[in-house]
């Protein structure tokens, strides 16, 4: 048996406006009980265990009304049981159900961060969380349209879009002049009762993790490319503690959707600097804070550090290009707290990675003689070059990123040049990329 819980971010910057464009009902993340929002539902609070570093956990929106189901509840089969009690036998027929929708609510921090969450008790045809998933993608649901009265019919993993319309229409007092309703990756969080993953490949495991009594893994994105996040909590033992899962699976979604908020307000600032509609102050102040709580090791009582890494780590290998433009508006901040934590949050992670394949590149200089020999315009000798490369190939064997960051710099490299360097090196190859260092050193002594 497996739960999957499937969280859309839904991300509201009209408080980072000049003017209120925005409703004020209900007021998250403390609404009154007796409150609804309009096409969604009814306020409730919860019962169950919630994320105590997190209150915004504590009052969510029903949202039968946004989100229907075609066909769940769906039955896979009856199954007969034989008992006895003394002298007499009885039978009993039992519903084995497939997947049960447990919930559909939109929970708000009553800021930026607000989603739309999904609740579905899976029980696969086969033994594979990735099979799992696959059944998952089948499944069609029906959003509420935000222009007719009609429904959009759409997949399930695909209804993050109309639900942030759906929300803009819902909570808008006028429009605003720009777009500040966005909507992020999704992210689905699997709790494996039954140790079904155990039979999958291509997860990522966290060791970190197995203190608290769970077994943490991640999906790799080559089998989900176009579906966000994927991750697998495994309790161990036939009496799992569910506030212990419940916590961990808030934390872990509160981290997510942190990071997704965090990509989409560099976003926003790309696109309205200097058009006079936005407050730039708060939206830098905002960024700043957000970078200070994601470069914490612990936070919600978990190993923070690991999560934040696979997030961003994953985001930077699928948006070269979007990393690139925000490399410019960081530099244009000039807020060193905010370049410093930029670095750290999207630039370090990747280092271990590739040091190793630019040191195995640099250990054999003939290998690369047909770029040390490349015509081209250059003020530094062979003999200089190969210094240098040997220079760089021992910071990268020693392993400290801020090293091989001032080796750039101090050449007076830009950090888009650095990131273009990087990326080939991951993604067209390394000798695009060593190609590339090349070029930058012979143009930069």
Not at 49 to 60: H, R, V
Not at 89 to 115: Q, V
Not at 173 to 178: E, N, Q, S, W
Request: proline share 4%.
């Amino acid at each position: 048996m497996l739960f999957a819980h499937i969280q859309y971010p839904i991300i509201d910057f009209r408080p980072f406006l000049n003017d209120e464009f925005r409703r004020n009902i209900p007021v998250f993340p403390a609404p009154s009980a007796n409150t609804w929002l309009r096409n969604f539902g009814h306020v409730r609070e919860r019962k169950t265990d919630t994320c105590p570093y997190y209150i915004a956990e504590n009052f969510f929106c029903e949202a039968h009304n946004a989100v229907k189901f075609e066909t769940l509840p769906l039955i896979r089969e009856k199954k007969q049981e034989k008992y006895r009690i003394g002298r007499r036998t009885y039978h009993e027929e039992h519903l084995i159900y497939d997947k049960i929708c447990k919930f559909r609510r939109f929970r708000s921090d009553g800021n930026l961060k607000s989603c739309f969450e999904i609740g579905i008790l899976s029980n696969p045809e086969y033994d594979s969380i990735l099979r799992a998933h696959q059944e998952l993608k089948k499944i069609f649901v029906n959003v509420k349209s935000y222009t007719k009265r009609k429904k959009i019919r759409v997949p399930l993993f695909e209804i993050g879009n109309h639900i942030c319309k759906l929300y803009d229409d819902s909570t808008s007092i006028k429009k605003t002049p720009v777009k500040t309703i966005y909507s992020g990756s999704p992210c689905l969080m699997f709790i494996d009762y039954d140790s079904i993953s155990d039979g999958d490949n291509g997860f990522i495991s966290y060791p970190e993790f197995e203190r608290l009594g769970i077994r943490l893994k991640h999906i790799e994105k080559y089998y989900y490319k176009n579906y966000g996040d994927v991750w697998i909590i495994q309790p161990w033992g036939y009496h799992p503690d569910k506030k212990l899962l419940a916590s961990i699976r808030r934390a872990l979604l509160a981290i997510s959707l942190e990071k997704e908020t965090l990509l989409s307000a560099y976003n926003f600032l790309l696109l309205n600097a200097g058009k006079g509609y936005i407050n730039e102050t708060n939206v830098l102040n905002y960024i700043k804070n957000t970078q200070e709580k994601l470069l914490k090791k612990i936070r919600f009582g978990i190993p923070q550090s690991p999560i934040v890494d696979i997030l961003f780590k994953m985001d930077f290998e699928n948006n070269i290009a979007f990393y690139s433009d925000i490399i410019e508006l960081i530099s244009k901040v000039g807020d060193k707290y905010i370049a410093n934590d930029f670095n750290k949050l999207f630039i370090e992670l990747e280092f271990n990675e590739w040091r190793k394949e630019i040191t195995k590149l640099l250990d054999n200089f003939d290998l690369c003689s047909s770029q040390l020999h490349k015509p081209g315009n250059y003020t530094i000798s062979d003999k200089e070059l190969r210094k240098n490369l040997k220079q760089l190939r021992d910071i990268c064997i020693e392993g400290d990123p801020r090293k091989f960051w001032f080796f750039f710099n101090r050449r007076n490299l830009k950090n888009t040049i650095i990131i273009n360097i990087i990326s080939n090196l991951l993604f067209s190859g390394f000798e695009k990329g060593f190609e590339l260092i090349i070029k930058a050193l012979r143009l930069n002594f």
